[in-house]
């Protein structure tokens, strides 16, 4: 098969990458290397750099592929705030123009990254995709927007596309050292520093932390799972257990051999209180079901840091 995967250059997208390489697949990747890095991007992977909203780079990156992921987007809630229209540009822009090229060139399905951002915070725990989306800021609403083209796409331009809700990612690559940086990767640079853990709040607050090994097998799956059941359609995927940051920070501990300290400061605003993932409908129609639990995850992520 040959694939597309935009942002493949980050976090998430060059995971993918590696894993269809593995699988023999030929992968080519559309990056404009603002949060991602080319020496992520596996060494039999063509990396094109350019931009997801520009057209002719866009038609350009899709020919030839049979399924596109679509990961190229800025991913910080943080820096939707601060700018709103350069993320619309990248996030709704950029989704749409991804698209388009894909329904004109004929790609048989595109796997979009959503995100648990779009519930806002849901009510109702485990939350399942029913749920009443409710965006609280700019990111969440461009995740959101993404879905409803996916769906559109997939009735009126006969492209399969299938959205993945993604519930906070962990794992090898998540870097510490960015302004809008992950919790996992600032807790484990902190506790392996001997500095106390920024904590906003009272680290009560829970996460579906979900394991970014989990995250590219749901790709895999959605890629070909049967059209009939999935496309036009957005899935929860998450670990489906929530921890605390407290949790967090003591398994961390235990990993590290370290006693550990947190700074506690005020509630980041906008920030949800628990989230918890209700994932039978991958089950059931993308045949997926996360296999690393949290505290493995964990330490598989610590002994990526450790060897870096
Ligand atoms: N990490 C998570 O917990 C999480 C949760 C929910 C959803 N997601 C989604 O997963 C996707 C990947 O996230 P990630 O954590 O790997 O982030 P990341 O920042 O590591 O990866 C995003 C990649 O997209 C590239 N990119 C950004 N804007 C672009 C543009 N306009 N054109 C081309 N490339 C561009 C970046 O250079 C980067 O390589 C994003 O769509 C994000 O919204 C991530």
């Not at 290397?33 to 780079?57: F, K, P, Q």
């Not at 951002?117 to 749920?131: K, N, Q």
């Not at 992950?182 to 484990?188: C, E, G, R, S």
Request: glycine content about 10%; proline content about 5%.
């Amino acid at each position: 098969m040959q694939a597309l995967v935009t942002g493949g250059a980050g976090f998430i997208g060059s995971n993918i990458v590696e894993a269809l390489v593995a699988d023999g697949h030929r992968v080519r990747v559309l990056d404009d290397l603002t949060t991602g890095y080319a020496d992520n991007v596996h060494a039999d992977a063509e990396l094109v750099v350019g931009e997801v909203a520009d057209e002719d780079a866009v038609a350009g990156a899709v020919e030839g592929a049979e399924v596109v992921f679509h990961l190229a987007a800025h991913r910080a809630v943080l820096r939707s705030v601060e700018q709103p229209l350069a993320t619309d540009s990248a996030n709704v822009h950029g989704t749409l123009t991804v698209l388009k090229a894909a329904a004109d060139a004929g790609v048989g399905r595109v796997v979009y990254a959503s995100s648990s951002s779009v519930y806002g915070g849901a009510a109702e725990l485990p939350t399942p995709e029913t749920a009443p989306t409710w965006p609280r800021s700019p990111y969440a609403v461009t995740k959101l927007t993404g879905e409803h083209y996916c769906r559109v796409f997939a009735e009126l331009y006969g492209v399969e596309t299938v959205a993945l809700r993604y519930f906070n990612v962990y794992g090898p690559r998540q870097r510490p050292d960015s302004a809008y940086a992950a919790v996992i990767p600032l807790f484990i640079a902190a506790l392996r520093q001997g500095t106390p853990a920024e904590v906003h709040g009272d680290g009560k607050q829970s996460r579906d932390f979900t394991y970014i090994d989990d995250v590219v097998a749901a790709n895999l799956a959605a890629a070909s799972a049967p059209a009939e059941r999935c496309s036009g359609k957005a899935y929860n995927i998450a670990g489906g257990c929530a921890y605390s940051l407290l949790d967090l920070l003591d398994i961390l501990g235990g990993i590290l051999g370290v006693e550990w300290r947190a700074d506690h400061g005020a509630p980041r605003p906008g920030d949800v209180r628990h989230t918890r993932a209700d994932i039978s409908a991958a089950r059931n129609d993308l045949g997926h079901d996360p296999k690393v639990d949290f505290p493995e995850g964990l330490a598989r992520t610590a002994a990526w840091f450790s060897n870096r």
